[in-house]
């Protein structure tokens, strides 16, 4: 997600936001929520879930960075199999 994107979807996403963002589905983005994976909160009268731009990209940012390290991980799980 690029600023220009953030800036055109304002500072809060509802759900269906989230899970295109994310491609994938509305209630896939409420587990996330539900679990409390993602963050959320709570507005409105009939309490409406909102997730906030920013810490939907630290979200993405941090799944990439968990990839990156598991990654990493195997890559040297797999060098002391080689050396063996």
Known sequence: MTADDARE???F???ADTADVLAISVNQAYALVRSGELPAIKVGGA???RVE???LQAYIDGKYEESRRR???R???YA???EL
């Open 53 to 55: 731009v920013s810490v």
């Open 13 to 15: 996403l509802t759900l």
């Open 75 to 77: 890559q040297a799980a």
């Open 80 to 82: 002391d199999v080689l």
């Open 47 to 49: 309490g409406h879930w």
């Open 71 to 73: 990654g990493l991980w």
């Open 9 to 11: 979807l304002g500072r």
